[in-house]
């Protein structure tokens, strides 16, 4: 039927080893993945949820029944994220918005800190927040009077 060589059906074994080798391998590791970013998803989630909610919660009727403007109901929720009169973002309660404010802290920045929060619990102190992967030393310091945990 197939009239190989040695050296043929050698390289054709080879290829067949490869390709099931690879096969394991991918769907080894996309188990692997899928069970580390299931709760990366949820906190995504749960953070955007709760950002949505935040502003959906702290609308307020007003007199004839329309609805007080949906900016100056976040503007009120992030003054009451901000501890007392220093102006600094509490960490510990901003949403991704709120701390999207802060110099150097983009979408994706604000993200993981709201899912390190989730996943982590509250933070015990500012510089806890060095731990979120994409700070580091220069960016607390440029943060760093900015921020509190009270």
């Given at each position: 039927m197939l009239n190989f060589t040695t050296q043929?059906?050698?390289v054709v074994i080879f290829l067949a080893v490869t390709l099931v080798f690879g096969s394991m391998v991918r769907v080894i590791r996309d188990r692997k993945l899928e069970r580390e970013l299931a709760p990366t998803r949820a906190a995504i989630e749960a953070a955007a949820f709760d950002s949505v909610s935040a502003v959906i919660n702290t609308a307020s009727v007003v007199?004839?029944?329309s609805q007080?403007?949906?900016q100056q109901s976040s503007d009120k929720?992030?003054?009451d994220s901000r501890s007392g009169n220093?102006?600094?973002i509490n960490i510990n309660t901003a949403t991704i918005q709120e701390l999207e404010q802060l110099p150097g802290i983009g979408p994706s920045l604000a993200t993981r800190i709201v899912e390190y929060r989730s996943v982590q619990g509250p933070f015990t102190s500012p510089s806890e927040i060095?731990?979120?992967k994409g700070i580091g030393d220069k960016l607390y310091a440029r943060i760093s009077g900015?921020?509190?945990i009270e």
């Open positions: 043929e059906r050698a007199g004839s029944g007080q403007d949906p929720h992030t003054q220093t102006g600094a060095t731990a979120v900015n921020i509190t």
